[in-house]
């Protein structure tokens, strides 16, 4: 799956490229800048189920780090810090993973 018909992908590009220097990561400039932040809630509950690769209904470290190559096939890696910081603001209820409620809320915070 893809972000094709859900963001437009001069928004991706230009989220992506904002971040390509490790540690500049921050998900709320991200989301805002590639368009998800405006997005309906059903609309990023798609963008979950594209993130959450093994498809458990989770979004667990693993998948967090590899976040932004979801959105580009050459994007990097997030770091260590850019990773857990991430997992931090989006697990409310400590579970170590971020559920598709959880991510709605975080991308629209």
Not at 14 to 43: H, I, P, V
Not at 75 to 94: I, M, N, S, Y
């Amino acid at each position: 799956m893809s972000f094709t018909g859900v963001l437009a992908d001069a928004d991706v590009k230009a989220a992506l490229g904002a971040c390509t220097a490790a540690d500049s990561f921050e998900y709320k400039t991200f989301f805002k800048a590639c368009g998800l932040s405006g997005k309906s809630a059903e609309e990023v509950k798609k963008a979950f189920f594209i993130i959450d690769q093994d498809q458990s209904g989770f979004i667990e470290e693993e998948e967090l780090k590899l976040f932004l190559q979801n959105f580009g096939a050459g994007a990097r890696a997030l770091t260590a810090g850019e990773t857990k910081a991430f997992l931090a603001a989006g697990d409310v209820d400590g579970d170590g993973m971020i559920g598709v409620d959880e991510f709605v809320t975080l991308v629209k915070a």
